[in-house]
């Protein structure tokens, strides 16, 4: 018997690691040594059932590849991927098949996702002949239009047999949302789904992905760069930073009580809107190291104000600070007291 | 006097398929020292605006109409010889978007920026070189550095060198299109850092043109907002981001949520913006518009000051005083 806590969980990492092996010189060799990026490293968190989890971060922080790990189509180093109970990483491929019409991903880019020849029937239903789903092509067009109604493209007969060179970014964007959906899957990756797209345009889509999940009960991991964007669209909010998570809670929360210090300097990198509040954060000292070679103990250290001798030699554990709010630093109460004091820099 | 002085520009490009009236009637004024940012989405016509001032237009396009004044001389008249030698560069200097990436990675940035001055300027190899360590210094860059390759850089190095680049023959006014959007943003911070500072010291003229009202609120005076070819309001930011009146305005504050702002709904503007082989008549935010009436539809509104000082917006419901329906997007 599963407990209620439990059961309301879809889908857990716990411990994920994905290194990527670089080639060795003769001396790396020698010494036995085997260089790699560790792109994600010791990652763990859980995705509730009908919720939005944000995984946010700057570049190379390892959001895409975790992304990809949950749906096991980049094989883990180590750790597991429990989906529904089931360690999805232990798989066989027909099963790991069978499975992936639960677990769908939208991609970043609508441009190149897509091929070009396929109208959109075809694009769409193509998960449906994958899995041999539909038996009749009128079952499988039935399928296809109820998806293409879901995503509002609208009315779904003119986009049938239209190619994706024909539409518009945002209209590719619900194409391939759709094409996720057809398969009527309990979870979903969506890997920066409105970065390319304008801010008029982008509202629309998020629109009908807040919707799916609220009517259907989907769990979606929604991965971005924009930390303002993942603060108004997300349920909970995991802030990546060199392959780990730094801080894990719920989305006001991790605005309004920032405890980790590259949360809070990424917050305040963020541009405000008013002109009113100028203020151009210049704030963590250099640059985000080489992931082939992360700093010892935290990896924040060498950039953050607080560090000490400890940070230096001792990584941060992942602890719960206050109810669903996880932050990995020596020095949270310091963090909190500097959040108090008027803001720096 | 203002430094640039654009009045009613237009320029078109000729397709097979038509005119596409990318810049149809442009007007603004940037003081000496003063930031402009043109703000608008894809296709609104603000990097065409950018090179049109430059003139670096393809072929099929054509200035149809129109004055560029730069400090007091009538640019769309002069020859693009004269223009070439006197203007282009030593008097206005671009920064493209993605210029970080078009750097030749095969030669030192330093000897990219010497070639630029030496390109335009007679001086000594050695004083363009002296000049190169300089300008880097000034974008915050080790002189150091000269001799590196691009793909030693980060990004936010390699962005603040193309800049330096551009301040290579002392221009008094820079246009940078979209010159922090690929980057992260600590490092969009450092670029813009970057530029006010460069700024304060040169006294640089600034056409910053983004989709990101952000970037704009945080490092212009001014902002003209584009929609389709055209400029529906203009104005200091403090008044323009604070109180929008024009609708489309409205939902692009409305759309870009504050990150300190309380957790609110996701904002759209129902729609697509047009396409300009065949803009819309009347007003040509009309068909996206929730307020648009049958005067919308049928006549085009002039861009106008209403209201507050300098706060100028195209829009028949906005009244003479000011006063705005408020347009809430869902």
Not at chain 1, 67 to 93: K, S
Not at chain 2, 58 to 67: E, I, K, L
Not at chain 2, 123 to 140: F, P, Y
Request: charge should be neutral; glycine fraction near 8%; charged fraction near 20%.
């Amino acid at each position: 018997m599963t407990t209620t806590s439990s059961s309301d969980i879809l889908l857990e990492a716990r411990e994920l690691v994905k290194h990527f092996p670089l080639r060795r010189s003769l001396s790396q060799a020698l010494r036995g040594e085997r260089p790699a990026v560790r792109a994600v490293d010791g990652v763990g968190f859980h995705v509730r059932r009908g919720e939005i989890l944000g995984l946010v971060g700057e570049s190379g922080c390892g959001k895409t590849t975790t992304g990809r790990l949950l749906l096991r189509l980049e094989e883990p180093t180590g750790g597991q991927v429990l989906f529904d109970g089931q360690d999805i990483t232990q798989l066989t491929p027909q099963e790991m098949t069978r499975l992936r019409r639960r677990m769908q991903i939208v991609f970043q880019d609508p441009y190149d996702s897509m091929n070009p020849n396929m109208d959109i029937f075809n694009i769409v239903a193509e998960p449906l002949r994958i899995q041999g789903i539909a038996k009749s092509r009128e079952e499988m067009e039935e399928r296809v239009a109820r998806a293409l109604a879901d995503v509002e493209l609208v009315p779904v007969e003119e986009f049938m047999h239209r190619y994706p060179k024909e539409l518009s970014g945002g209209q590719r964007q619900r194409v391939a949302i759709a094409r996720a959906l057809v398969l009527e899957p309990d979870f979903v990756v969506a890997d920066e789904p409105v970065s390319m797209l304008d801010v008029s345009i982008r509202g629309g889509i998020l629109k009908i992905l807040q919707r799916l999940v609220r009517e259907r009960g989907l769990s979606l991991v929604f991965i971005t760069h924009d930390l303002s964007l993942a603060r108004h669209f997300c349920d909970r909010v995991a802030v990546m930073y060199l392959g780990q998570i730094v801080e894990y809670a719920p989305s006001d929360a991790l605005v309004q009580k920032p405890h980790h210090p590259y949360t809070q300097a990424l917050m305040q990198a963020v541009l405000s809107t008013d002109p009113r509040r100028k203020h151009i954060y210049t704030g963590l000292k250099g640059e985000i190291p080489n992931p082939a070679n992360p700093p010892s103990g935290c990896r924040l250290h060498p950039r953050c104000p607080l560090a000490t001798e400890q940070c230096r030699s001792e990584a941060a554990p992942l602890t719960e600070h206050a109810p669903g709010h996880w932050a990995a630093c020596h020095h949270v109460a310091k963090a909190l007291a500097q959040l108090q004091a008027p803001a720096a820099g | 006097m203002a430094q640039l002085a654009v009045e009613n520009l237009k320029m078109y490009y000729r397709t097979r398929k038509g005119q596409v009236r990318a810049v149809d009637g442009i007007s603004f004024s940037l003081e000496a020292g003063r930031a402009l940012g043109i703000v608008g989405e894809s296709g609104c016509g603000k990097s065409s605006l950018g090179l049109t001032l430059l003139r670096l237009l393809p072929p099929n396009a054509q200035v149809v109409g129109g004055a560029i004044r730069l400090g007091g001389q009538e640019l769309t008249s002069m020859d693009d010889e004269t223009f070439r030698k006197d203007v282009r560069w030593t008097k206005i200097a671009m920064v493209f978007q993605g210029a970080m990436n078009a750097l030749n990675p095969v030669l030192t940035v330093g000897s990219q920026i010497t070639e630029a001055i030496l390109a335009h300027e007679k001086v000594s190899k050695e004083e363009a070189v002296q000049r190169a360590k300089e300008l880097l210094e000034l974008v915050g860059i080790n002189p150091a550095r000269y001799s590196h390759y691009p793909h030693e850089f980060s990004g936010g190095m390699k962005q603040r060198a193309v800049i330096a680049m551009a301040l290579a023959c002392h221009p008094d006014v820079i246009i940078a299109d979209e010159p922090t959007t690929a980057l992260d943003v600590m490092v969009q911070a450092q670029v813009l850092k970057a530029i006010a500072d460069l700024r304060a010291r040169l006294n640089l003229s600034l056409i910053l043109v983004s989709h990101d009202l952000s970037v704009i609120a945080q490092t212009c005076d001014d902002v003209a907002v584009m929609y389709a070819g055209k400029i529906v309001e203009y104005g200091p930011v403090e008044e323009i981001f604070v109180r929008p009146r024009h609708p489309y305005t409205q939902g692009l504050v409305q759309a870009f949520p504050d990150i300190h702002a309380e957790r609110a709904p996701i904002v759209s503007i129902p729609g697509t913006p047009p396409n300009l082989l065949n803009p819309p008549s009347g007003c040509r935010f009309h068909p996206r518009c929730p307020l648009a009436n049958d005067q919308c539809r049928g006549v085009e509104p002039e861009l106008v000051e209403k209201g507050a000082a300098r706060h100028r917006v195209a829009c028949h419901l906005v009244s003479p005083g000011g006063e705005a329906v408020e347009v809430r997007f869902a």
